[in-house]
């Protein structure tokens, strides 16, 4: 009796859930097909609008996420080809374009930290050596994050293969429950991990999925961001804001554990069960220093960072740390390599039809009477504000940054500059609600941190971050010639 009244309430909630996705399917449908058809407007190509169109349907895909997302974009290209919109290789070009590859070697080579174990070994040997309090073990975390960021292109992946295991580890060993006592230790953790997570996704061009993304946007209206112009710009803001968060945060949020020196003995403990540093490990460690060197001065070496990436992806495989069966399997990638060269395709495509310039022409006369600081800090807010309506990094990306950049460079802002700055904010923002990014919804399920805490914390931290980037950061790329 009680499996059939189970059952019957399984088959209920699936048919709703189908209902609802079917419902959102054909609300995307419904909107591109209402662009579609709509009048061409005056001076733009025909084939720009319905290029237009496809492109709204998709964005909407990925907000609302009625079907995989892969599908989303495979049925976007169809839709082009088949209305002779785009031919099939303009449609499929983004497959070969080399951003589009560097991300998907980067989430391969990711996968070597977690199988190795270095990543967990890297995290242990911090903790013992900053675990003797509370903060100490918060900036222990960070570190963490940031040293696997550069070459581990998901913050889910960070958090959830390495940081997220070690904080409930953790949060075990002293006693810090999420629904007895959850601020003990349990809830300052989450909110570090989760805070600066975003942080350390804005810091390089290769730690995040939407920031290779967003240097193909940049390079459609003229803009050339490098690995290493990114990485110098994003150094001094994001580790001052990597060391006031932790600080600020247990001021206001403090946890009730503030001794923790058990923690260097427990992370002792937990390295002798790793072992000594073993041959995959050592090629691990290895490679990562190449990919890093290489990425830094691939302008002077002329060596691109997908070439790069795919010569630090085949040490790997050669030297067995990946086997084959390790990239087949890596569906990230793979369903990251589908729609990342979808959205590329398409953004070229509008581009070179000419809608970028009729969109830029059309907005410019709205903002031109302010001076490009005023009106790029406004800019700036309005975009990093929006995400309260986005539950995607990558989607919020995918609409809204090209525009604030067309928008931007029409007051009269610096290019690489606006580029840059609207770059990181794509990153930050992610901290500001429970599902604006990949781990939000996994650090929050965790039970440590009530709603009401972290919606305020969010905000509480994302003023303090865009005070650190505009301010110290303008100060910085100022020194650095950016703003010319």
Known sequence: ??????????????????????????????????????????????????????????????????????????????????????????????????????????????????????????????????????????????????????????????????????????????????KTNPRKIGAYLIQVVFQCGSITSAMFLTAMAGNPMIQSFAMNVGVAITWSMWAKAAFLPGVFSLIIIPYILFKIYPPELR???????????????????????????????????????????????????????????????????????EKKAWDTLIWFAAIVAMATALNHLGFTTWFSSRIEGYVSGLQWQYGFILLSIVYFYSHYFFASNVAHITSMYAPFLLLALSIGTPPVFAALVLGFFSSIFGSLTTYGSGPAPAYYGAGFVTTKDWWKLGLIFSIVNMFIWIVLGGLWWNYLGLLK
Request: aromatic share 12%; net charge positive.
């Open 1 to 178: 009796m009680v499996q059939a009244v189970c059952t019957n309430v399984l088959v209920k909630n699936s048919k709703q859930i189908i209902g609802n996705k079917l419902l959102q399917f054909v609300l995307c449908m419904g909107v591109m097909l209402f662009i579609w058809f709509r009048p061409v407007p005056a001076g733009l190509d025909p084939k720009a609008w319905k290029l237009f169109a496809v492109f709204v349907f998709n964005v909407m895909g990925l907000i609302l996420k009625p079907i995989p997302i892969g599908s989303i974009s495979l049925i976007s290209l169809l839709i082009l080809i088949t209305s002779n919109v785009m031919t099939f290789k303009m449609a499929f070009s983004g497959f070969s374009n080399e951003t589009v590859w560097l991300i998907v070697c980067a989430f391969f080579i990711a996968r070597g930290f977690i199988k190795t174990g270095l990543g967990v070994r890297i995290a242990y040997s911090l903790l013992m050596r900053c675990g003797k309090s509370t903060l100490g073990l918060g900036y222990g975390l960070v570190a963490t994050d940031l040293i696997l960021s550069a070459s581990i292109p998901s913050l889910a992946a960070r958090g959830g293969g390495v940081v997220y295991p070690i904080v409930l580890s953790l949060t075990k060993a002293f006693g810090s429950d999420s």
């Open 259 to 329: 001794d923790t020196k058990e923690v260097a003995t427990f992370a002792k403990e937990e390295l002798k069960k790793l072992g000594k540093f073993g041959l995959q490990e050592m090629m691990m460690i290895g490679t990562f220093i190449f990919l890093i060197t290489f990425w830094m001065f691939s302008s002077s070496l002329h060596i691109s960072p997908t070439v790069t990436a795919f010569i630090g992806l085949m040490i790997l495989v050669l030297a067995q740390v990946l086997s084959w069966d390790d990239i087949l399997k």
